[in-house]
């Protein structure tokens, strides 16, 4: 079969899954306060301590931002001078905010948006989004990005630690639609079962706000937690090092693509 007709096909099949979330839908943007403008204060502090390092140097990169919402993220990369970013969300009401600041976001669906991409991108950021997929959504949203990247293209997935004692059960409970939580393993597994390599898990940091001094009460009980999680987790025969609430993957797109069992 000609490889245009097997593109074709792939293409038409995913365009018509129906996703399991119900109520939260995996591309929009669920984690922002009630006051949207504030946000642009807060998140720029999250994401500037958390997620610029891991940009590219060259500004004008084309990065994707999945569920973008108010356009949070694609506003770190402007104010930093990236000049070729796009933000897509399925929710009007939140790109209308993003918009209105002059911020490049549309609404967009993300398996068609991505499977009429007609040029790669540089590096795509999606956030939570893999919580609000079931298994096999995962990997065909994972396949999807994988396929939209340019070689050496980087994929940053933000997602909720279900290695963490306190946070891990409830933040899968908490939502209908949370199907699944991930630990630095299983992040690592399934990105390098879609292809991915030097794939990197990272703990983010809730604890940016350096200007209110309880921000370091928090840090230390947070890290004095994380090394009573540690010891634990030892005497029980399992290797968990990283405990914090969200954790978050870089890997690399490089070809070819091998399907790998197992973490990288």
Known sequence: MPETMVHTREKNLTSQVKLAARIEPFD?????????????????QFYKHNYLKYLPENKAARILVISCGPGYFVDLAARHGYTNVTGIDSDPAKVAWATDRNLSCQVAEVFPFLEEAAEPFDVIFCEQELNHLTKDEIVMFLDLCWDRLAEEGTLIAHVLNGANPI????ALAQNFDHFNTFTDYTLRQVLGYCGFDQVRVIPLNLYVFYKNPMNYVAMLAAGLLSLFFRFCFVLYGKKN???TKKIAAIGRKKSPKLRRGHGT
């Not at 929009?28 to 720029?44: A, C, H, L, Q, R």
């Open 167 to 170: 946070t891990g059960a409830e």
């Open 241 to 243: 090092k990283i405990f």
């Open 28 to 44: 929009t943007f669920w984690e922002g306060p009630e006051d949207v403008e504030k946000g642009y204060t807060s998140f720029y």
